[in-house]
């Protein structure tokens, strides 16, 4: 069973550029997240979708914005890159937007975007 | 608002010995508290998950404590091997399901 993927793994951009990042959540998980990872720091939370819905938004600018499709799948933009965004962009899914223990609803990481602006 | 702190930064030991890796959190209404481990340049794996209503947890050589009204949880990894090296995160869900993380503990296990 394929985990969560996340495409492409790297990516380079220039200031003032676009960028769209790609999630597949593991079959049946309904419930999608965003973090940016900066070098050398924790993940920070961006978003978080459940049901095509949006359920939750981290402290970003309006420039990140996200979506998640009929499929569940999800992507995240950012528009007018600056070099600050440089960061390894994860994605992670599981079934409820709550986190237990329990089986499905434990969250599952996805290997990162690793996005460069220059 | 939420604050997550992991000290040390980085730690090295030699193989074999037992180590502690520490977290702290300013608001104790929590729904659980986890602890990741992440390679370089890699993503996050789930070690432990410990809910708001529990102490501890166990997995293998893994040992995670929760003390929510000290705001403190702790990784206890017994008989440490090389191949443990990596980047070990805390983060708490107080708000359903968005995590808030450390900035880690880089732990290097020297054979």
């Known amino acids: 069973d394929a985990g969560v993927t996340q495409s492409p793994t790297h990516l380079i951009k220039t200031r003032g550029q676009h960028v769209t990042l790609r999630c597949s959540p593991i079959s049946g998980h309904k419930s999608v997240s965003w973090y940016q990872q900066v070098l050398g720091q924790g993940p920070q939370f961006i978003f978080q979708y459940y049901e095509k819905e949006e359920r939750g938004r981290g402290n970003f600018p309006d420039r990140f914005s996200a979506r998640q499709f009929p499929n569940y799948s999800s992507e995240l933009n950012v528009n007018a890159l600056l070099l600050g965004d440089s960061a390894l962009y994860l994605c992670?899914?599981?079934?409820?937007?709550?986190?237990?223990?329990?089986?499905?609803?434990?969250?599952?990481f996805g290997a990162g975007s690793r996005l460069t602006v220059l | 608002k939420q604050e997550v702190t992991q000290i040390p930064a980085a730690l090295s030991v030699p193989e074999g010995e037992n180590l502690v890796l520490n977290c702290s959190f300013t608001?104790?209404?929590?729904?659980?508290l986890q602890w990741f481990r992440q390679d370089p340049g890699k993503g996050l794996t789930s070690l432990l998950l410990?809910?708001?209503?529990?102490r501890e947890q166990t997995s293998g050589r893994l040992n995670a404590s929760l003390d929510k009204s000290s705001g403190r949880s702790t990784l206890y990894i017994a008989a440490s091997q090389p191949g443990d090296s990596a980047t070990y995160l805390c983060?708490?869900?107080?708000?359903?399901?968005?995590?808030?993380f450390g900035q880690g503990t880089e732990l290097s296990v020297k054979p």
């Open positions: 410990i809910q708001s209503s529990q």
């Open positions: 992670a899914s599981n079934l409820l937007p709550s986190v237990t223990s329990s089986g499905a609803n434990v969250l599952t």
């Open positions: 608001d104790s209404a929590i729904y659980n």
């Open positions: 983060a708490v869900d107080n708000q359903g399901g968005k995590l808030i």
